[in-house]
Each structure stands twice: as C-alpha cells, then as structure tokens.
C-alpha cells in the first residue's frame, strides 16, 4: 500500500480517553561492561559505557513465529572516532537476544555498522540502525540489547528486560506493534514493499514522521475504518491536564490483505508537535463485521536540530541456542 499522508488538526475540545492503551515498549536498566555475561564475547577490560537508546517492534512472522525488530540509535559524539587518510570512520556493533527462561532456549543476532564521513558530525548527531530476529512466541522471554564501540575495545552497554513476545497467530482481528520512522530516508526495515527509517521513539524531532503497523486477519474487500489519535501526557502516561483535546484523524478503505494475511499501512503524520511526551493510538474497525483492534505506542519529542543519520547494519552471526 502505498504512503499517505495525514494531516492532523488540533480539535476545539477536550476528548477523554476512554479505551486501554497498550503498555510502553520496555526500557532496561543499564549495565557496564564489567556487568555483562561472558557469553558477550566481551574479554578487554572495561573502558567506559556506551549510552544509546532503543525500541523493540514486533510483527507476525514465518512459520507461526513472530519477527522481533530492535531498533537502536546512539549520538556519534559517545564513538570513538578514526581517521584515515581525510575521512573519519565511525564503528559500532549491535546483538539483539530473546532468552526463554522457561524453555531454557537464546535466540541471537549481532550486526556491524560501519561510518564513513568527510568530515566530522557534530555530537548530537544521531545514528540508527536495526536489526530483526524471529522467535516463538512465548510469556517468559527476557530482552537484552547491547551496543559496543567496534573500533576500541572495552566501550560498550547493555540494557535487559522481560519482554513477551506475542503470538499473531489464530484468526481474530488484530495489530501489531506501531513504528515510528524518520520521513524521506532511504531504505530501512522492509515489510512487504514498504520501507520504514526506525528511529527510537525517544529520540524525534519536531514535525513530521512516518508510522507504520500491520492488520491482521482482515478479509480481502472489507470495509475498514481506521483512527488514529495522538494526546500529549506526562512522563508517567498518563493524560496532561493542560494539553487540550488529542489530535486525531480518520480514514476508510478496502482491505488489500497481503497473501499471509498481513494488511501493511504506511501513514506520513504532518503535524507540529511542541517539545514533550505523547502517546499515539492507532484503532481500526473492520465494518463488515463490526469487530475492531487497537494498539498504542508512547514517543517523545526532543526539539530541533540534532540530525540523524540511517546506517544498514550488517549481519555477523545469528541464531538459536537450545
């Protein structure tokens, strides 16, 4: 399906939220490289931490499994920096690993990113990349992400938490988590023939940005209704009192459901958010049925004037430990 646009307006009054919304995308405590297991790979002694920041998507995948995505982003002025000849090189290396504790199995990608620039970028200057895996579905996963500065050993961080990965199986109406993407990049994750430039939901700028989710199990031809809200709330989620009604729109169509049972929709949101926390609320409604499915995501905008930069990430190794 090809891009829209969605213009947002701002409405006159205030709408109370009344349906649920889903929980944020998990975000780990931190751990140095001293902290981090031996599985790592890691042997050089500690130097310093690597802050970066991270989100993880999910959507259905093959074979009854689902595909994780991580996306991650990091500022250039935390990378050592190399020169040679008259560019500068930047290097760092990405693992994403899904650790079932119950069924006692690790499911492992790392990747490699690799910056080559004429001439050195500011500090804020943002990096981002992704990587994807699939596992089984499972309650009892445990994430961890972990970034390494590739061109000097012991610069590194982690960050673990307990991560459920869904099940998009069965036949019910349902979506998948909603990405957010920096607008008119090149390339980045693909879904179907639709491209989307992840960037961490905490790391957007004022003014537009892609979003991008899944439909699933919405029958070829039905009339659908989708809605799609944003509200500004407080660091905590919930709503701010003084921020006036949610910004939303709507739209309907005709289910083009994809072969596997995937609808992907890629909406460009036009619209000039002021620096704070939101939460945005994808619903949509199959009106041929009546039955509806609603997913949420939470973003924060940080203010012009960083700038960030999509580098593909390139496999190293990846896996299943059982």
Known sequence: MLPGLVSILFALTATPASAPYAAEAARGLSETISELPDTTGWVSPPRRPLPFSYDLYTFRGTDRRTAVVASFAVPIGEL???KEDSDFHYRFDVTLVLADTALRTVYRTDDSVYVRVPRPLAGAHLLHTHIELEA???????????MTDASTPGIGQLYSTPFPVPDYNGTDLMLSDIALGVP???????????????????????????????VYNLPVGNRYLTEIAIEEVEEDGTPKRDAGSPVGTRFTGESATRPDGSLGELRRVDTDLERGRYRLTVTVTDQDSGHAAQRSRFFDVRGRGRGATLVPALPRRGGTTE
Do not use: C, H, K, N
């Open 80 to 82: 050592e920096r190399a």
């Open 136 to 146: 089984p579905p499972s309650t009892t996963t445990i994430q961890r992400v972990i």
């Open 184 to 214: 008119d990049s090149r390339g980045g994750l693909r879904r179907g023939d639709v491209a989307v430039a992840l960037l961490p939901t905490g790391e957007f700028s004022e003014g537009s940005f892609d979003l991008y989710y899944e």
